[in-house]
């Protein structure tokens, strides 16, 4: 049988050392260009791939980051796939995804995410417990968790590093456009009831309303699921008294949208003023054109590596980044009007 090449020939062949063939072949590693090109061009004239699991024996690094989802129902956890996975891998890392049950703590998954050898893991829309965060601190593997954090009692509890966007005060741009278009009989329809982006979110549009002199009439949950979303703003509606909807995010939004127009029809926003969150690109589509608070995806995923590189490369406390979020208003408000005038 042929026998595949090794290092060494390829640093015959190109006349270098073996280490460099190594940092020629290793993502981020000191190399003249010179050399690499040296390098390249013996390892393509031999065939010569370099065996990564070989060589994370000898570094003790898999560079494989486990990306653990669930809701991939919600049109926004597709492109968080897409961006993190896109990042890593320029980052030099391989991504191994996992898909955990929604609404459910992702301890099932975890003994066989360590199996991999990970370097780290990214939990994105999945549950951590004190388990996964007690179990991956003993092995030393550090856990990020993207767009949420571990909540008890309401309360955040910090047992790993997070990245999410500021929902207090995306609450809190909702209630104030809601207000200032002239909508004045508020509801809210929360995502699952233990969901950290869903309690700041709320806490948020409740503070802004109580500051704006206003409250909170009704509120249901919809579990961030579309038919128990439509079911929610059936009851939310039962009998009117809402004029100005927020929606724990756009997934939801979409199915209060189809309910209220289809079923119910009412008029948006003449009627009903609604606000979605996370502005995914259906939102945008002409069926629907919601206005929404945005989720800063490119800073959140860049922010989430370079958490994930930090904890990996040195012992760190949890520490939490939080980024901004900015209102993309649509057709689902009513238009600004000139001063003197009034609303409907």
Request: hydrophobic content about 45%.
């Amino acid at each position: 049988m042929k026998t595949s090449p090794r290092a060494q020939d390829v640093a015959d062949l190109a006349n270098v050392s073996q280490s460099a063939v190594s940092r020629t072949f290793t993502p981020g590693a000191s190399v003249s260009e010179e050399t690499r090109r040296k390098v390249l061009a013996a390892a393509q004239k031999l065939g010569y791939r370099p065996n990564a699991l070989a060589r994370s024996l000898i570094t003790r690094r898999s560079r494989i980051v486990a990306l653990v989802m669930s809701y991939l129902e919600n049109q926004f956890y597709p492109l968080v796939i897409e961006k993190l996975s896109q990042k890593l891998q320029k980052e030099g890392y391989h991504v191994l995804m996992f898909i955990a049950e929604v609404d459910e703590a992702a301890d099932g998954v975890l003994a066989e995410i360590l199996q991999y050898q990970v370097d780290g893991i990214v939990m994105a829309s999945a549950m951590l417990s004190p388990n996964i965060a007690r179990g991956c601190a003993e092995v030393g593997v550090p856990v990020v968790q993207f767009n949420r954090i571990s909540m008890l009692g309401g309360l955040a509890r910090h047992a790993s590093s997070s990245v999410t966007s500021d929902n207090r005060a995306g609450g809190r741009l909702a209630a104030r456009l809601l207000a200032a278009r002239g909508y004045r009989r508020f509801g809210y329809l929360a995502g699952l009831e233990d969901s950290s982006t869903s309690i700041e979110r709320e806490r948020g549009f409740r503070e802004e309303l109580a500051a704006l002199g206003h409250d909170l009439r009704r509120r249901e949950a919809g579990h961030y699921d579309f038919d128990r979303a439509q079911a929610a703003a059936r009851r939310l509606f039962d009998g009117g008294g809402i004029d100005g909807l927020f929606v724990a995010n756009d997934h939801m939004a979409i199915a209060a949208l189809d309910v209220l127009r289809l079923e119910l029809k009412l008029r948006v926003p003449e009627d009903v003023g609604v606000i979605g969150f996370d502005d995914v690109p259906q939102a945008a589509w002409g069926a629907y054109r919601l206005t929404t608070v945005r989720q800063q995806l490119e800073p959140m995923v860049d922010a989430t590596v370079a958490l994930l590189r930090e904890q990996m490369q040195a012992e760190l406390r949890p520490r939490d980044v939080v980024v901004p979020c900015v209102m993309v208003e649509r057709a689902t408000v009513r238009p600004a009007i000139a001063a003197g005038s009034t609303h409907p």
